[in-house]
């Protein structure tokens, strides 16, 4: 398995940008595709968007559509999620993780990623 690290995250107001990094280790990065979920208090945790082991395709929720850039380096091991226009509805902690399925996106569900990291607090004030 692949070991990864989230951070970036952080306290913002409502309208600014932050990036989230997610370090990966272990095993040949470019074995997975790569998603990124979040996870507000007292709710299930919840799909953000996916990219492709090339970074070729990527999918996103409905919810961060046109705000939310996820990207990838497989030369550093390292996936991204930019977030722009930042909502208070976007507090969370938000988690990477990774999935041997490599080539296809729009996986949304939990259970088809093998490795998780531990998430990092994004807070959004109004």
């Known amino acids: 398995q692949v070991q990864l690290i989230e951070s970036g995250g952080g306290l913002v107001q409502a309208g600014d940008s932050l990036r989230l990094s997610c370090a990966a280790s272990g095993r040949t990065f470019s074995d997975y595709a790569m998603g990124w979920f979040r996870q507000a208090p007292e709710k299930e945790r919840e799909f953000v968007a996916d990219?492709?082991?090339?970074?070729?395709?990527?999918y996103y929720a409905d919810a961060v559509n046109g705000r939310f850039t996820i990207s990838r380096d497989n030369a550093k091991k390292t996936a991204y999620l930019r977030m722009n226009s930042l909502k208070p509805e976007d507090t969370a902690v938000y988690y990477c993780?990774?999935?041997?399925?490599?080539?296809?996106?729009?996986?949304?569900?939990?259970?088809?990623?093998?490795?998780w990291g531990q998430g990092t607090q994004v807070t959004v004030s109004s």
């Open positions: 990219i492709s082991w090339t970074g070729l395709s990527t």
């Open positions: 993780a990774a999935r041997t399925a490599k080539s296809i996106v729009g996986i949304t569900s939990t259970s088809a990623y093998s490795s």
